[in-house]
């Protein structure tokens, strides 16, 4: 165990708290040197979650931030905080503690470690305040194991307050460059630490549900030698002597995987856009969720499969991570989200005559703009009662070159999308895996036959019929954008943690929103 | 079902085939037209796999690719293969196929994909050379699906022989180059198709693992604003109107994340550094596995995690991948794989001590060169029979800044590798938490500290002790080296998917090997 008292750094008032001869509990409290694996103490360190009636009159040692710290009289509370759980802890004068030890206790700057020794205590009254309702812990012993800075750049109960009581009752919120230039500490409110966990938990379930289907992962390269899917909004990379590029998509390497007989594939990775524009769907830095599969003979054995796996998603948030939720919509609340099984599919012309009578103009072969997606999504919530739909048919000018075209109507196309509360979320299609066909729609798009020969030439030894699609997962604020939007400004290292959170958000490019009630459509009860 | 005979190409024979008005089976067999999801038939189809003796006598339908074809007399032998897996079919004039049929049939292309109507027999003698050894199929009908071009750039068979008996036989291999330039069919071996298998179960099984062990699961940003981690091997994106970097490791932000309170954390992803030297040790592009945590006391209760993540990962692979094992063994035998539970722990001083036993001559300082960590391989599993095993202390010399000193010993470090079959397969340290001594070991590295401000910031505000490793996973083959290194040469597309294999295999950077013995170590038996 590190010596207590043995400090590197001083509290406010060192002199006054060391220099205590008559401290009879000097020793129960203090800045412990820092934690460089000198001993390995058996010590037990306890959860803050597991803090309940049935640990009562235990005495235990707790490892948590200081969140806050009241001083009254001979008493001073503090709510030690892990992740996000949180417990009320008592110092009071009297046998374990002398009145130097309360002392320090409320002097300890907010947001340090400390190791506590208490014993915990069930309450006649509910602490409201506190995750950990029925107990409190009366403290025997308590080192600071880090210290913080005195001065927090934001405080987190501010960061948690939803806007509209911040509006409404003229209470503080934390403005986002705030909360991205102190990433680190926005991180820790409760709100954050449930969207990281249901980002975590999402690419697990995508995974899960995949690999249970029959599905190899795959790992596709980032670095490549050609702007092979056209060369608009492509980043070049100083390569030695040479130029590269970042791929804009897996793409052409998932295909070519289905092409390698690999049947079922998907990865999860980054992908790279120099878009210049400034919306939360247009991003230079995302990651995606990509699926690509072969079929038998209609590109709905895949279509199906994808949306079963996004219900399949959406379930397992439901049943395992409705702590997560909660806490979400706490915050951010928004209506339950729906979805039916199986998933309501539309035909693109079905949509437009939707979009029509309610008053939108639209060629048969104009393509969505954000609004009428957003339009559309609610006439569709009003009509079928899901927000969770696909939309399937698409006019073939809208659609890249590899889309395979309808072979009954020239003018569509064998693609389709995913909407989530009137969001796009996942765009797909059957891919042409005929080389011939593909040349001549590559050379109606007006592309270099050249920069795609290899991308054509997989196909040309066998390749079976396949559709796919892909999901913008989460947008990553790589701390860029700010220096480049803002003539003079830095761009700051310390916003480059920066996960939108899950399928549904796109992100946004421009020091993003951590989670907006409209950003988290699907993490809701059915 | 698309309509047989409606051929968009044509058979090296069409004339003779089509012309044959007294052919009897002319609706049983062609090519049919390219698939374009006109229609949903409810024809199953039974994957190769599954045809085994409890079929018998039963009417299949059957995709696959005709792997070898051979006419003799009236009969047409052809293997038909799925993935790894393969069958011999039988066309023979009589009742349901025409001597033109069993012409139509010896003349497909090889690797042609097919859609076959058969009878499953039972044979007398096992089919040695095929994956269902007890039965085969006598086809009824035979459509070709997709056609492959008539000259394949490389032959399967080839692409699988061991190199030994290459040598020794004189039979053919398939080279490097070749392999990387016709990826796509490369892929297509059963080895390949193992190793590929192997890689997403090693993913699934570090996951698996991790979520278990309550990890968060976080995606890191690769686009950075400045070269954070040095300076050195970055390469350099050009962004709009700036400039932005490549992230070299995911280190700062999973950093970030465990001040930020997520306690445990991994992720998966690509990893960029800019080494200009010809080896399989220095990739410009692979894949990481990493993981961070915070510890309480010491930080062996990180390192003795990620072992047990590892031995998690070897038991899960000998437990659910034997066939796939078995697949890569056929064509690079190597020695079965040994490890310990726990795991062999051995400190820097005492590998120098064997080393120098052996007649190494090395300073208390120097880092391990690649022949020596070898030799240490060889020596550890001499003595300890254990191709696993963590070497704990290293010099601080030989670590990076962050790394935290050993309070006991200042020329140690609280750092450790983990070496598979003598390679260093995981590099890691307790990290300095507490800024005044990061700032004074950036300093003593010569570091600019305003470069790395941001990250010194993040452990101001309480930073629990942590630890963590990174394990470089796969090689990325992504097409440039080929034409850096041979001033002229194209970089070529089709070699871009490229995955070396999985842990203990680094990859090679300059048109790497698929999978070699050595770059095997343990996905064998115990």
Same mark, same amino acid.
């Not at 509209?164 to 954050?192: H, K, M, P, W, Y």
């Given at each position: ?15 006054? =708290?060391? +220099? ?5 509990? @000097?020793?129960?409290?203090? /800045?412990? %040197?820092?934690? #460089? ?75 340090? =470690?400390? +190791? ?5 205590? @069930?309450?006649?009254?509910? /602490?409201? %305040?506190?995750? #950990? ?89 980032? /670095?490549? %030698? ?301």
């Amino acid at each position: 165990m590190p010596s207590a008292n043995a400090s590197r750094k001083s509290q406010e008032k060192p002199r006054e =708290i060391m +220099d205590a001869a008559e401290d009879y509990a @000097k020793e129960r409290y203090g /800045i412990c %040197s820092m934690i #460089q694996s000198q001993e390995k103490p058996d010590r037990v360190l306890v959860w803050v979650k597991d803090l309940t009636v049935q640990k009562a009159d235990e005495v235990v040692w707790v490892r948590g931030r200081v969140h806050t710290s009241r001083a009254k009289g001979k008493q001073c509370f503090l709510v030690l905080r892990q992740q996000q759980f949180n417990v009320q802890a008592l110092v009071a004068v009297g046998d374990h503690a002398s009145k130097q030890m309360v002392k320090f206790a409320a002097n300890i700057n907010k947001e340090s =470690i400390v +190791d506590v020794e208490g014993v915990v205590r @069930k309450v006649n009254q509910k /602490i409201g %305040s506190c995750t #950990q309702q029925d107990v409190e812990l009366h403290v025997q012993k308590i080192y600071v194991i880090s210290l913080a800075e005195p001065r927090l750049p934001l405080q987190l109960d501010d960061a948690i307050r939803p806007e509209i009581e911040g509006e409404e009752e003229g209470r503080a919120t934390v403005n986002q460059d705030t909360r991205l230039d102190n990433r680190v500490i926005d991180l820790r409110t409760s709100t954050s630490q449930a969207v990281f966990r249901l980002q975590s938990g999402i690419c697990h379930l995508f995974r899960e549900t995949l690999i249970n289907k029959g599905f190899v992962e795959i790992q596709t390269p980032k /670095i490549i %030698s050609a702007a092979s899917e056209g060369g608009a909004n492509v980043f070049t990379v100083s390569y030695f002597k040479n130029n590269a590029y970042l791929a804009q998509s897996p793409q052409l390497y998932k295909q070519m995987c289905i092409c390698a007989d690999f049947e079922k594939v998907f990865c999860i990775g980054p992908v790279f856009r120099a878009e210049d524009s400034n919306t939360h769907r247009h991003l230079t830095e995302f990651v995606g969720l990509d699926i690509e599969m072969a079929f038998n003979y209609h590109y709905h054995e895949v279509m199906e499969e994808i949306a079963d796996t996004l219900v399949q998603i959406f379930k397992g948030l439901q049943e395992r991570f409705q702590t997560e939720i909660q806490m979400v919509n706490k915050q951010f609340p928004c209506e339950p989200f729906k979805f039916l099984e199986p998933t309501l599919r539309l035909e693109y012309c079905e949509a437009l005559a939707m979009l029509r009578e309610a008053g939108v103009e639209m060629g048969d072969e104009d393509d969505l703009s954000t609004p009428n997606e957003k339009l559309l999504g609610r006439l569709v919530k009003e009509k079928y009662d899901t927000d969770f739909y696909i939309l399937d048919k698409y006019p073939l000018a809208v659609r890249p070159f590899y889309t395979m075209p309808d072979p009954r109507n020239p003018k569509q196309s064998n693609s389709y999308d995913m909407f989530m509360r009137g969001e796009e979320i996942l765009s797909g299609a059957q891919r042409i895996h005929d080389p011939q066909l593909l040349t001549e729609r590559a050379l109606h798009h007006g592309i270099d036959l050249e920069k795609i020969k290899a991308y054509i030439d997989s196909f040309r030894f066998g390749a079976p019929p396949h559709a796919g699609g892909g999901i913008v997962f989460t947008g990553v604020d790589n701390g860029m954008n700010q220096g480049l939007q803002q003539p003079g400004g830095q761009p700051n290292a310390a916003t480059e943690i920066y996960l939108a959170s899950h399928p549904g958000d796109r992100g946004l490019r421009h020091r993003p929103v951590p989670a907006k009630s409209t950003s988290l459509p699907h993490i809701n009860g059915k």
